[in-house]
């Protein structure tokens, strides 16, 4: 099946600094999305972004479909952005597949 | 407001005793699904549906039952829950069966003692 990687694991920034996440996937899919598992555990939707660019505020996320990757850029990072970033895929399977994850802790 | 709604947030069981997760969608999707995240294993799917009366199984479907009686509500049924379904569970739905944007519940946080 479709492997999906995510770096880096974990990742630790002063506030206002920036960062990028990676996404790694092993076939085509159909669409892609980024998710922010805030500490409560909710998942809350960033992007939904199988290819090109998006922004949303100080949250910008980039598919290159044809090179299977997807970048999640923060910039100017806040306390409020701490949490587990997600990028998950789906195929021709119905399914939904997540990548392990990236934990970000902001510092103020 | 377009959303996807779970009921209980929180659980706390006893082992054996039947309960329900509902969950409800106001967004007039076709597909829905059941994920539950444990850690160090991430989330993985339960049960999925295509549309009414169409189910089908995910990935760790053991133990559990669900329903798709109407379009909006897709229950998750656990009917002799055990410690092992101790987890986090998410609802999600989605217009496209594999296309489209997947929204997800605020989850249900389930303990089985």
């Known amino acids: 099946g479709i492997q999906v990687e995510q770096s880096p694991p974990d990742l630790i920034l002063q506030e206002g600094a920036n960062s990028t996440l990676r996404c790694n996937f092993s076939?085509?899919?159909?669409?892609l999305q980024w998710f922010h598992q805030n500490p409560w555990g909710q998942l809350i939707n960033l992007f939904y972004i199988p290819s090109g660019t998006k922004q949303n505020g100080r949250l910008s996320a980039t598919t290159v479909a044809t090179e299977r990757y997807s970048l999640l850029y923060i910039s100017s990072s806040q306390t409020t952005d701490s949490g587990v970033y997600f990028c998950?895929?789906?195929?021709?399977?119905?399914?939904?597949?997540f990548g392990s994850g990236t934990r970000l802790l902001v510092r103020p | 407001e377009a959303q996807v709604t779970q009921n209980p947030r929180y659980l706390i069981t006893v082992t054996g005793k039947k309960l329900t997760v509902t969950c409800s969608q106001n967004m007039n999707h076709e597909y829905m699904s059941w994920y539950r995240q444990d850690p160090g294993l991430g989330l993985r799917q339960i049960y999925y549906?295509?549309?009414?009366?169409?189910?089908d199984k995910g990935d760790v479907p053991e133990g559990y039952k669900v329903s798709r009686k109407e379009k909006r509500n897709f229950p998750l049924i656990l009917e002799s829950p055990s410690p092992n379904q101790t987890s986090l569970y998410f609802c999600?739905?989605?217009?496209?069966?594999?296309?489209?944007?997947?929204?997800f519940g605020e989850g249900s946080r389930l303990t089985v003692l």
């Open positions: 998950a895929v789906r195929t021709g399977s119905y399914k939904l597949i």
């Open positions: 549906s295509m549309n009414v009366e169409v189910t």
């Open positions: 076939d085509s899919v159909n669409n």
């Open positions: 999600a739905s989605s217009f496209g069966q594999n296309t489209g944007e997947l929204f």
